[in-house]
């Protein structure tokens, strides 16, 4: 739950608020499946990506200065990639442009058609998502936790590297 919460909240503001946008501005339940499909996914990743970048920098007490910054944003590319890279694919040219269409066409409720989107979208999102953890789990970045007051500090990596 601690890793993909944050990211989750981020997707369904950026779902809804994308969709709500379009749907309000254009009428048509396209525009709001392609755009409430691109909201989520801006709004998941950047959270995800800001909390790999963290991860890995906290983590890595060899390196330092830029060095240390572009290895983390290198190692959470790649985490990102392994964790949902298939699940993304699948989710954004698929289930969620469909399910988001569908459930606005098909329930006709505007709020219900959106909820029902959202729930069969993310179930196959997660789906494809904890196998592909699961499989590369000691690949991936792990989930941020506080910084310790040697992190905060940057005594961590000068202890390390002296």
Known sequence: MRRYLPAEIA????EFGGAALSYAITGSFVA?????????????????????????YRTDLVRTGLRRRVFA?????????????????IDSFGVRPLS???GLSVIGNTLAG???AKLVADVGF???AIASYEINKT???PTPGPATS?????TAAATQAG
């Open 139 to 141: 690949r991936l970045a």
């Open 114 to 116: 959106w909820l029902t």
């Open 32 to 56: 709001a499946a392609v755009a409430g499909t691109v909201g989520a996914s801006v709004g998941y990743y950047w959270v995800s990506f800001h909390r790999a970048i963290v991860a890995y």
């Open 11 to 14: 997707a369904t503001v950026g």
């Open 100 to 102: 988001w269409y569908v």
């Open 73 to 89: 944003v290198l190692l959470a590319l790649r985490s990102l990639t392994l964790e949902f890279g298939p699940a993304e694919v």
């Open 150 to 154: 040697r992190e905060r500090d940057g």
């Open 126 to 128: 997660y789906a494809c």
